[in-house]
């Protein structure tokens, strides 16, 4: 029936859409474990989400770690942020847990929303059961729920169980592979009651309907069945346990976590069924003692704690740690963690997670090897693509060097979190999974890093251009005593194709302009170009110098650069300067039946739709390619998952410059022009 007993901890993931009730699964568990005296409330005395941010918000903003024991086993329950804000977390967490437990609403409406879970977890290879959370709460049958989410599954729904139903009010469950039923009770085990009458009917074809499931994997089970032969309570198990673990079914159990429904009994089956922490290792192809890095933060004597699960062998505090660069570190002390609170301990043992502190050169993703061997994950993990973006700026400019240090440090806690200069604003910008990510980063600063930052959307970088050509002289000519200074040029301005950007040269003849002095004309042209009549810098615009003069005593370079930048400006004036903005390329991930909605949406934005097709590997799913002005995509996230339960995603790089039509580019001077 599995491997109770085996010594290794097993490591289970919670994830699931938000709202699911992972927290409290996890509260749950903890108190059916008897890891903790009571359970506690979700944003107020729970132990995960514990976080001032988590609490404000009533979600979970990052990852919540766990330990407990039950029935003489070791668990490690790792809860996943089920919000796409803050996503991103769980891509580094899924590679190294046994099994992942998808925490779903029994609303059939919500029951899409795990489609991207169930693909991750399928695309890694990691064994899932699903707990449908609040069936007490659910009206009427599940078939509904259960046809739903089987559209979001490659691999086959396995109902374990079947709820019992009295008044249409869920009252209790029959387990399917036991043979037994049990009545709920509010904070405690389960009670077994008798399996007879309509109860053992229903029972019964159920049961028979999980065995044909498991036949169309197993001959013997199917000849056993067109002969009416009764499988063993533990053929049954045994094919339950192999199927599962090859990803070719996903099981499913019911309860309430809130009430403890059906807790105890999804602890049962994960005592039994659980793969070892060998068979992740071996999905990771690590082949001896290391340990697995997912996550990191400071914690100030600590330092930099690294979050770990052992994926063989043991590990000692004081141990060396070599990474698969080669590098050498030293385990600066062993944490055991629960919630936010840790303790010390001396040895963590194959399968445990633990805090690793002072490893200040540990980033998620990372293996530690303990034999001085380098080794590296199998799995490549992909950075989720960040969708919104804001500047980000010290209120106090004395500030500015704390700033850019604690933003370099949360952005290495937080793997969906960056942090960049944008080279043409010259704006700090921090860029996450939406607008509540940013705020969460904000607010960490303030609270960890005594910080307070200023933020607002990032600028556009709008440049020029110019529609026609015009042949302008430049004169600089002035006299103060002594030497003087004089420059003087003739430039041909002409217009370039588009993302051609900026070309000089010169056709001087007779030495009216002196060599050396050239490329101070070009220096001068160059600050013109900086900010053009509109008031931003210039592209897709060609230079020639033609002709000139100069003084023998009065003539230099500063004078030149003068004359050239003297040209340029009145030039460009008269060249029909037109406004130009940046046009992003999107591809934007959602579902089939949002495809309409959202091209509707990006048409309003000014977008333009390139076309849409079938997204590879994610069945009912569209990939739709557009451009959009980069002005036009601050908030379309937002609008977005409005648009997709939250379910809809985009990448976006820049393409190409476009002229912006008259009415608006004259709005746009009008609020965007820099000050002088």
Not at 514 to 534: C, F, H, N
Not at 670 to 675: I, L, S, T
Request: glycine share 10%; proline share 5%; hydrophobic share 40%.
């Amino acid at each position: 029936m599995g491997r109770p007993g085996s010594g290794s901890t097993r490591a289970i993931a919670l994830v699931g859409a938000p709202g699911a009730g992972k927290t409290t699964l996890l509260e749950a568990m903890l108190f059916a474990s008897g890891a903790i005296p009571r359970q506690g409330e979700v944003g107020a005395t729970s132990v995960g989400d514990a976080s001032p941010e988590a609490r404000q918000r009533g979600q979970s903003t990052e990852l919540n770690i766990a330990g407990f024991e039950f029935m003489g086993d070791r668990y490690a329950v790792i809860d996943c942020p089920g919000s796409p804000e803050f996503a991103g977390a769980e891509d580094y967490v899924l590679p190294a847990v046994d099994l992942a437990v998808v925490v779903a609403d029994p609303n059939p409406v919500r029951a899409g929303l795990l489609q991207p879970i169930l693909k991750a977890l399928e695309d890694r290879g990691v064994p899932h059961a699903v707990f449908v959370n609040r069936i007490d709460q659910a009206r009427g049958g599940l078939d509904e729920f259960m046809a739903t989410l089987a559209q979001a599954s490659t691999a086959p729904l396995v109902a374990r169980q079947i709820p019992l139903v009295e008044q249409d009010k869920v009252t209790g469950f029959v387990d399917l592979a036991l043979e037994r039923a049990f009545a709920y009770r509010p904070g405690q085990a389960s009670q077994q009651i008798d399996l007879v009458g309509d109860l053992a009917a229903q029972e019964a074809d159920a049961r028979f309907h999980m065995l044909e499931q498991l036949a169309d994997f197993d001959d013997d089970l199917m000849e056993q069945l067109l002969s009416d032969f009764n499988p063993s309570r533990d053929a049954v198990f045994a094919d339950l346990v192999t199927d599962f673990h090859g990803g070719l079914i996903v099981p499913v159990f019911f309860g309430s976590a809130l009430n403890g429904f059906g807790v105890r009994r999804l602890l049962k089956a994960l005592r039994h069924e659980t793969p070892d922490v060998l068979v992740a290792a071996g999905r990771m192809e690590f082949d001896g003692p290391c340990s697995y890095v997912f996550k990191t933060s400071f914690a100030g004597q600590a330092g930099k704690v690294a979050y770990a699960r052992v994926m063989g062998g043991e590990l000692t505090d004081g141990d060396e740690l070599t990474a698969e660069t080669g590098e050498k570190s030293r385990a600066g002390g062993l944490l055991a963690v629960s919630g936010l609170s840790t303790r010390k301990i001396d040895k963590a043992h194959p399968g445990d997670v633990v805090g690793i502190a002072k490893l200040e050169t540990a980033s998620a993703g990372q293996v530690l090897s303990m034999d001085g061997k380098p080794r590296r994950c199998a799995i490549p993990v992909v950075r989720v693509p960040t969708l919104y973006a804001m500047s980000i700026a010290a209120k106090d400019r004395k500030d500015d060097v704390r700033l850019s240090a604690a933003l370099a440090k949360l952005a290495e806690e937080d793997q969906a979190l960056e942090v960049t200069l944008d080279p043409e604003t010259q704006e700090t910008l921090i860029s996450g999974r939406g607008e509540a990510h940013l705020q969460v980063t904000v607010e960490r600063l303030r609270r960890r890093f005594g910080l307070e930052a200023t933020t607002q959307a990032p600028k556009v970088s709008y440049k020029e251009s110019v529609r026609k050509p015009v042949t302008q002289r430049g004169r600089h000519k002035k006299q103060t005593g002594g030497h003087g200074q004089f420059g003087d040029v003739v430039l041909e301005i002409r217009p370039r194709a588009r993302g051609e950007g900026f070309a000089f040269s010169q056709k001087i003849t007779g030495g009216v302009v002196p060599r050396q002095w050239i490329p101070s004309v070009e220096q001068g042209v160059r600050d013109a170009l900086e900010r053009g009549p509109l008031g931003f810098p210039v592209t897709d615009v060609e230079v020639v110098l033609t002709d000139g003069s100069y003084h023998s005593v009065d003539s230099s370079e500063m004078s030149f650069r003068a004359a050239g930048r003297l040209a340029m400006s009145d030039g460009l004036r008269a060249c029909a300067p037109y406004l130009l903005e940046p046009i992003e390329k999107l591809t934007i991930h959602a579902p089939q039946a949002s495809t309409s909605k959202i091209t509707q949406a990006v048409s309003a934005r000014r977008g333009q739709i390139l076309g849409f097709q079938p997204r590879e590997g994610w069945s009912g799913w569209d990939d739709i390619e557009v451009c959009l002005p980069r002005s036009e995509r601050q908030h379309l996230i937002a609008e977005l998952r409005g648009l997709t339960q939250g379910l809809g995603d985009f990448t976006a790089q820049f393409d190409h410059m476009a002229e912006i039509p008259g009415r608006l580019a004259e709005e746009i001077v009008k609020r965007e022009r820099p000050a002088a």
